[in-house]
């Protein structure tokens, strides 16, 4: 073992020159926006209201209802007053409704495995450069990486894209109104609050499909390193 890390390190050349190219360049951008996709979804933490008066006299109650990552809204409660005159300051709990936690989690998942591979990748460019080139294994071995990742954050995105919007519906204010049993009820009085602002969300799944057109655009950069492309473009001096 120590003879394998003693030749991993004397293999090491530190040479920041290929991010200065597009194959490095482009990687480095992969990583900067695969960082910010999966921590602008994980970190986030909502915040939904509406607001009933029992018998449109009464004193006005403002609901709140707070939700997060990994988004499994059946499992937040929330108290509202059953509004019957006969038991006063009677609550019932509520449940929010859906679980959108598989394509949070998965669209996470992807983040987390590109930005592994990303600074892995980015150690070989700038200290293994010299073995990456003469190796043909090793661009082929990234090409094909590249291209799953690519698929990934295209089926990633797009069911994220989809599980946000549903989250969006599911922590309506309007929506969770027509749910409560006292809003039905026209002598009590019930009204949207504030909505929560999903700004880091929408934010994630645009990163998300950023990160399609990058990876998919780094992998002919990559192909050009292979030994495919070598062999397709003969030099001048075999032609």
Same mark, same amino acid.
């Not at 390190?9 to 920041?16: A, V």
């Not at 008066?53 to 997060?68: A, D, L, R, V, Y």
């Given at each position: 073992?120590?003879?394998?890390?003693?030749?991993?390190?004397?293999?090491?050349?530190?040479?920041?020159?290929?991010?200065?190219?597009?194959?490095?360049?482009?990687?480095?951008?992969?990583?900067?926006?695969?960082?910010?996709?999966?921590?602008?979804?994980?970190?986030?933490?909502?915040?939904?209201?509406?607001?009933?008066?029992?018998?449109?006299?009464?004193?006005?109650?403002?609901?709140?209802?707070?939700?997060?990552?990994?988004?499994?809204?059946?499992?937040? +409660?929330?108290?509202? #007053?059953?509004? *019957?005159?006969?038991? =006063? %300051?009677?609550?019932?709990?509520?449940? /929010?409704?859906?679980?959108?936690?598989?394509?949070?989690?998965?669209?996470?998942?992807?983040?987390?495995?590109?930005?592994?591979?990303?600074?892995?990748?980015?150690?070989?460019?700038?200290?293994?450069?010299?073995?990456?080139?003469? +190796?043909?294994?090793? #661009?082929?071995? *990234?090409?094909?990486? =590249? %291209?799953?990742?690519?698929?990934?954050? /295209?089926?990633?995105?797009?069911?994220?894209?989809?599980?946000?919007?549903?989250?969006?519906?599911?922590?309506?204010?309007?929506?969770?109104?027509?749910?409560?049993?006292?809003?039905?009820?026209?002598?009590?009085?019930?009204?949207?609050?504030?909505?929560?602002?999903?700004?880091?969300?929408?934010?994630?799944?645009?990163?998300?499909?950023?990160?399609?057109?990058?990876?998919?655009?780094?992998?002919?950069?990559?192909?050009?390193?292979?030994?495919?492309?070598?062999?397709?473009?003969?030099?001048?001096?075999?032609?």
């Amino acid at each position: 073992m120590e003879s394998v890390g003693q030749q991993i390190m004397s293999g090491f050349r530190l040479d920041i020159s290929p991010l200065k190219e597009p194959l490095g360049f482009i990687r480095l951008l992969e990583w900067v926006f695969v960082i910010f996709a999966f921590a602008s979804t994980v970190d986030y933490s909502g915040n939904t209201s509406f607001n009933i008066q029992c018998h449109g006299t009464g004193p006005i109650h403002e609901i709140n209802i707070s939700f997060k990552y990994p988004f499994r809204l059946h499992a937040h +409660s929330f108290d509202v #007053p059953t509004c *019957d005159g006969n038991k =006063t %300051g009677e609550m019932k709990t509520y449940y /929010l409704s859906g679980d959108f936690s598989s394509s949070a989690q998965f669209f996470v998942a992807v983040g987390v495995l590109g930005f592994l591979y990303c600074t892995s990748i980015l150690v070989v460019y700038v200290g293994y450069q010299h073995m990456y080139r003469e +190796s043909k294994h090793g #661009p082929v071995f *990234d090409l094909l990486i =590249t %291209g799953i990742f690519t698929f990934l954050w /295209l089926v990633a995105s797009s069911a994220w894209g989809k599980g946000l919007t549903d989250v969006k519906l599911a922590t309506s204010p309007a929506q969770l109104v027509s749910l409560i049993n006292a809003c039905r009820i026209s002598e009590n009085k019930c009204s949207p609050g504030a909505l929560s602002a999903f700004g880091p969300l929408n934010s994630s799944v645009i990163s998300g499909f950023l990160n399609i057109i990058i990876w998919a655009g780094n992998c002919w950069f990559i192909f050009k390193e292979t030994h495919f492309h070598t062999q397709a473009n003969p030099s001048a001096t075999q032609q």
